[in-house]
């Protein structure tokens, strides 16, 4: 499969555990995106990376989320102290720098449940 | 006020009907205009795009862009048990890389 992929798929967690989850993009794609999805809202943006610059954060990253992506390749969101309102499905996203940014490809999410 | 706009329906429609599904916006700023396909728990899937204003087709889907109205439309032709998913606006700025949904429309293909 040469597509996103996310990894966890489904991650539960106390309130107040860090969590972190992973994404490896369509390989070349130099541009990885994050989003988050609430139940019947459609995705909101949260970062961009090009490369391994991260280029731009949402207000919604607040200093509880950090994202990186060392080598440019793979991409981690890492989450501290989780509140239940941080549960969510979280995307990734990538595309391809001969493509415009619309043309981004998604992964199958991680779900994340805070209890 | 959101950016932009969908009918969170759901609707529910017999097999072979025309589905149509629109979104408003209120951002003149965006170019590109694009609908995406989502199945329950999967990520989104780019179906269509289009730039500015326009129609354009892709099999038994039209997209339809009215940039003077704000008003963005998909048609669905024939519509299949498998086009049951929730279908998801979204459009973007020229030169911008953060995508702008709606909030999806759940559409349901009935036998």
């Known amino acids: 499969d040469t597509g996103v992929s996310q990894d966890p798929r489904h991650k539960i967690t106390k309130r107040g555990q860090n969590v972190t989850f992973r994404c490896d993009p369509i390989?070349?794609?130099?541009?990885l995106y994050w989003y988050r999805q609430t139940l019947g809202q459609g995705p909101e943006f949260l970062t961009y990376?090009?490369?391994?610059?991260?280029?731009?954060k949402s207000r919604l990253l607040s200093d509880r989320f950090s994202a990186e992506r060392p080598k440019g390749s793979f991409s981690t969101l890492e989450i501290q102290r989780t509140e239940q309102g941080d549960s969510a499905m979280y995307l990734c996203?990538?595309?391809?720098?001969?493509?415009?940014?619309?043309?981004?490809?998604f992964g199958p999410g991680t779900r994340l449940t805070v209890t | 006020q959101k950016e932009v706009e969908q009918d969170p329906g759901p609707l529910s429609v017999p097999e072979g009907a025309i589905v149509s599904l629109n979104c408003t916006y209120s951002?003149?700023?965006?170019?590109?205009f694009m609908w995406y396909r989502q199945y329950s728990r999967k990520g989104p899937e780019l179906l269509m795009y289009?730039?500015?204003?326009g129609n354009k087709e892709d099999g038994r889907f039209t997209a339809q862009v009215d940039k003077s109205s704000k008003y963005i439309s998909l048609f669905i032709r024939d519509s299949q048990p498998s086009d049951s998913a929730t279908y998801l606006c979204?459009?973007?700025?020229?030169?911008?890389?953060?995508?702008?949904f709606g909030s999806g429309t759940r559409l349901s293909i009935r036998p």
């Open positions: 996203a990538s595309s391809s720098p001969a493509t415009a940014a619309y043309e981004q490809y």
């Open positions: 390989s070349e794609h130099n541009r």
């Open positions: 990376f090009q490369n391994e610059a991260q280029l731009e």
């Open positions: 951002n003149s700023a965006f170019q590109y």
């Open positions: 289009t730039y500015s204003s």
């Open positions: 979204a459009m973007i700025r020229s030169s911008a890389s953060k995508i702008i």
